[in-house]
Each structure stands twice: as C-alpha cells, then as structure tokens.
C-alpha cells in the first residue's frame, strides 16, 4: 500500500509514492523537534513563581529578652525584641509585666542587639516586693516615697539620657541607638540616633552580625562573620546628657576607626 504526494524538485511539482509509514514519521519528528526546542527555551526564561524568604507580617516571636534601664534609673525594664520590634516591659512588684512601649518603625529586620552603660544594682523596689506581703503599710510608704523621686527625677529633666542604651544592628546597614524620654503626660517617648554603617563588599558579608560592648561602655566593636572589624569610640554618658539638655542632640558615637 503506498500513498502519492507532490513533492517540489528542481524548480517544479513532481508526483510520488511514499510508503504511509514513512508520511507518518516525517510528520512526528518536525513536533519532536519543536517540542524539544521549545522546553529548552523555558528553561532559559525567568521563573514565573519566586520563594519568599521574608515573613509577609509582622512575626510575634521573641529573639532577644534583655533587662535594661533605658527608662529610668529606678525602673525595672525588659526589652522583648522581635525580628523588627523593640517593645518595652516593666517588671512589677507584683511579679508581673506591664508594657509600656512599642517600636516597629525600623523598615528592616533587626540582626543583633546589645546594651550600653552600666548594668543598675537591685532597686529599693526589688527589696520590698517581699515586705508587701508581711507589711502592707511598709510597701505604701515606700511606693509613695517613689513617686516624689520619680516626679523630680521627669519635672526636672524631661529629656534625660537614662542609665542604660539599647544598641540594635539593622540589616538595612544601619546601627541603632534607643533609648526612652519622658514625654507629654509623663508617656515615653522613645529616643534614637542611627548611624551608617560601611557598604558591605558582599551579598554574604552582614556587618552587624556581632557587637562586642566594652565593660565600661566607652566602644563597641562591629562585625560581620570574617573581615574587617570598625570600632565605634562613645561619648560619656555625661556628655550626651549634656548635649541632650542643651542642644536637644543625641549622638553616642565620638569617632570611627578600622581594624582587622
């Protein structure tokens, strides 16, 4: 059984006979070709779906628990940091946490987060959470002896740098300090210096992964996992609460330098 086709040869049409077979996989092999073209191709294209490697809302898991008085000297503070928030809690003498504060407006995730200043001593208000429970009277007169020091302490220097400052490293290349004020109606305010830091030379390289505090607050120390290491000269507490009452400015950092 053969079939007859026109074929072009020559300059003219000309009539043959082709077994059906044959018709058949000359047909198939053009679509194979084809096919096989067109999945090389797709692979050559960009993806149409991506992977999301940031959370699209705020995550609510705690990263860092760190005690801290960057309120007030008397305080009793814990800072609860998140992947990209800081939110303030005072300890009671109760035995329970009040929150005070919150800041999520940092536009970045937060990569690591330390202390400055010296670390605050056990408050009166630590020593008579006990004398609550065996003299009521004991603890009123302490709670009112309190808050006389806590009104002089916000009347007369309403924007006081406190005890203690709150170092964060963004992963916007950024270093943060925070710290609270007293504001309208005696509500916290928080208070906060960034500071540039140098342009990474690598996708891999996160400057801010480590922050090395000195004991005495006087430098800390930046880096990434390898590489260069910038240390970051700090003013006294003194003098920032100088320049604060006086210029309204706050600016911890002296000088910068660079080591290996």
């Known amino acids: 059984m053969s079939l007859q086709t026109n074929v072009f040869e020559n300059g003219r049409w000309v009539t ?5 077979y044959q018709a058949r996989a000359q047909n198939t092999e053009p679509q194979r070709k084809e096919k096989t073209e067109s999945s090389s191709l797709s692979l050559a294209k960009e993806p149409s779906l991506g992977l999301v490697t940031h959370t699209l809302v705020r995550s609510p ?7 801290a008085r960057v309120r ?8 609860f940091i998140t992947a990209d928030s800081v939110t303030i809690k005072e300890a009671r003498g109760n035995y329970t946490l009040q929150e005070v ?3 999520n407006d940092f536009n970045s995730r937060i990569r690591s987060a330390r202390i ?3 670390p605050g001593k056990l408050t009166d208000e630590d020593k008579y959470a006990t004398a609550r429970i065996n003299d009521p009277s004991v603890w009123e007169d302490h709670r009112r002896l309190k808050k006389t020091e806590d009104e002089l302490y916000f009347d007369g220097n309403k924007r006081t740098v406190p005890p203690q400052i709150a170092v964060l490293a963004l ?7 925070l710290c609270a004020i ?32 000195d004991p005495k607050s006087r430098a800390i120390a930046v880096a990434a996992q390898e590489g260069k290491v910038y240390v970051y000269a700090l003013k006294p507490m003194a003098k920032m609460r100088q320049e604060l009452a006086e210029t309204s400015n706050f ?6 330098s660079t080591s290996y």
């Open 72 to 79: 007030h000297p008397h305080k009793n503070d814990v800072l």
């Open 16 to 20: 043959r006979n082709i077994d059906p």
């Open 171 to 177: 992963e916007a290349n950024k270093l943060v300090f």
């Open 116 to 118: 400055l200043g010296i």
């Open 251 to 256: 600016k911890p950092i002296k000088e910068v």
């Open 182 to 213: 007293n504001g309208s109606s005696n509500h916290p305010q928080f208070l906060c210096y960034q500071q540039e830091l140098p342009a990474a030379q690598s996708p891999l390289e996160k400057l801010g992964e480590h922050i090395a505090v």
């Open 61 to 67: 898991v705690i990263k860092w628990i760190i005690p």
């Open 101 to 103: 504060a919150t800041k």
